[in-house]
């Protein structure tokens, strides 16, 4: 080739004619509310577009998602079509619709490295394809990152504080309801007018032992209970979390630590760990392939391992057979158990005849317990109100020396020698332990009232009917009436031990007081008996409330 040749030749490339296409994004969180609706967006562009003179290659892109993480599909489908050569110029309302992350952002700035973006056009500015504009739309989008950034660090400082103040920062649970009424920053939880109680119902079915987790759910699709968050049917592996949640007891979960609340309980503590005590009979029940009463409930008295059920078929020459069920220690420890099996019949019997110390024959009994327990209800209330407010003064002294605590740290004056990081740290530790345990107290107190009379008649309700209900129910009967008279079971040396619950021993030393300890309790039709029984049940006994919670005993 000649060298004029050269000087001739147009090496140039030939410039790409503009695609215009409009990418209009509002987020659904609530930190873009403000953000221009979509339709807002479009009209502002329209008339950007139209004093440009041109024309869009279609209809405007929208997208309704978040720009703080990767994986939008409109966007995608934007930059494909950059890719594909069908866009070369976007128009958006500001850099911040485009990305609020460093992964889009790098590809948008790539793409024009590529020369396959020649420009990014807003009502305000324009970003060519030349390094101080790319840079400055770079910058544009980091800062936007940098702002969600210093949101979410603000947000969860501010949601922990609140978690600190005994406010639960999340949904309502079901049965309860947000105060979104009151100001913001004094926004709390309440229970819900109508499904608080409607949650008391369910939670006391749960307790019965008899229900199922896909009992419960169909008996909370009855009762009308939702979901707070989507507002539809409870389904089970919600029902689970529910049964499994401390929020029902005033407490909460955030950020894998447990808190105190100031919400309302559902539950008391002794009620909460009786539940979880049937859920997990029951989900160590569904491991075994036999259905016994007792299963999975006791321990070993020698090494402490599970007790198991376990059945054995024994065939007899003419061709008959006949199976036999016993319990067994599994023996899994290192040293090595010593313990015998015991039949089914011979340890259901054992706990048949204990229940003799704690059954009442006579329906006429409970009559009586009934006028005992009413005449001296008002006496209980006014003892109770006494401890309540004992206790809440108490409380506010906690309050009064927490809130004083935080003033020393934050004073002007408080250089660090006054009260340090540590003591502060400290000290706050321990006040705050002293309210929680003052605020249970509280609580038990103030939901005690004339619930221990209730829960009394309940029990000598459950006493009449246990034993003859253990010897003719099926397995779960037996389970249930097992777990609520016992506290702790073992078998040691064929026998079984346990500790009995708080109001069956009451009812044994009432038999012990009014009949010698001879006779299961029952009137006697002596006016002596009658009177020494009415003097037991008024007593301090039956008074102090003491694991007085059997919500839901089987009758």
């Keep these: 080739m000649r060298l004029t040749e050269y000087k001739n030749q147009n ?40 004093q440009r003179g041109v024309d869009l290659i279609g209809e405007p892109l929208q997208e309704q998602r978040t720009a703080k993480v990767p994986g939008r599909p409109v966007f995608g489908k934007l930059v494909q079509m950059i890719e594909d050569g069908d866009v070369n110029i976007i128009v958006l309302l500001n850099p911040s619709r485009l990305s609020r992350n460093t992964v889009d952002t790098g590809r948008i700035i790539y793409l024009m490295d590529q020369g ?163 859920l997990d009979g029951r989900s160590k029940a569904r491991l075994q392939k036999h259905d016994f009463a007792l299963n999975g409930i006791m321990k070993c008295g020698e090494c402490h391992y599970c007790i198991t059920a376990q059945e054995h078929k024994k065939k007899y020459k003419n061709g008959t057979e006949q199976i036999f069920g016993y319990y067994s220690c599994t023996k899994k420890g290192e040293i090595k158990c010593s313990q015998p099996y015991i039949s089914t019949s011979k340890l259901e019997g054992q706990f048949s005849s204990d229940l003799s110390q704690f059954e009442i024959e006579d329906k006429e009994f409970i009559d009586w317990a009934y006028e005992a327990l009413d005449e001296t209800k008002d006496k209980y209330q006014e003892v109770n109100k006494t401890s309540s407010e004992a206790l809440q003064s108490a409380l506010d002294g906690v309050n009064r020396r927490i809130d004083n605590l935080i003033a020393l740290k934050i004073s002007p004056e408080n250089d660090g020698s006054l009260l340090s990081d540590s003591e502060f740290a400290d000290r706050k530790r321990e006040l705050m332990m002293e309210k929680e345990q003052i ?55 064929q026998k079984l031990e346990y500790q009995p619950r708080f109001v069956f021993m009451k009812i044994k030393e009432g038999t012990e007081t009014t009949n010698g300890g001879n006779d299961p309790l029952e009137p006697k039709n002596s006016l002596s008996n009658r009177e020494d029984l009415k003097n037991y049940l008024k007593s301090s006994l039956w008074c102090r409330g003491e694991d007085l919670n059997l919500h839901g005993l089987p009758r």
């Design 11 to 50: 090496n140039t490339k030939l410039p790409m004619s503009p695609r215009y296409m409009m990418y209009c994004r509002k987020s659904s969180e609530s930190d873009e509310r403000q953000i221009q609706s979509l339709p807002d967006q479009i009209t502002n562009l329209t008339s950007l577009i139209k």
């Design 116 to 278: 396959k973006l020649l420009e990014v056009v807003t009502p305000y500015q324009s970003f060519r394809n030349n390094p101080s504009d790319k840079f400055m739309l770079n910058l544009l989008c980091t800062q936007a990152k940098l702002e969600n950034d210093n949101k979410s660090v603000n947000v969860t400082e501010a949601l922990k504080l609140k978690a600190e103040r005994g406010v639960f920062p999340g949904k309502a649970r079901p049965g309860y309801r947000n105060n979104h009424e009151k100001p913001q920053g004094l926004r709390d939880i309440s229970p819900h007018p109508v499904y608080f109680s409607l949650m008391r119902k369910l939670f006391d079915l749960a307790l019965t032992g008899n229900y199922s987790v896909e009992a419960l759910m169909r008996e909370a699709k009855i009762l009308g209970i939702r979901s707070t968050k989507s507002g539809k049917p409870i389904v089970k592996s919600w029902m689970h979390r529910i049964l499994r949640d401390p929020f029902y007891t005033g407490r909460f979960i955030y950020n894998g630590k447990l808190y105190q609340g100031q919400h309302q309980a559902m539950l008391t503590d002794a009620e909460f760990n009786l539940l979880q005590d049937i």
């Design 439 to 493: 605020t249970r107290q509280l609580a038990q107190a103030n939901s005690n009232g004339d619930e221990w009379s209730e829960i009394a008649k309940d029990s000598f309700e459950f006493a009449l009917l246990a034993k003859e209900r253990f010897e003719t129910g099926d397995s779960e009967d037996k389970k249930v009436i097992f777990k609520a008279v016992g506290l702790n079971p073992i078998l040691l040396d």
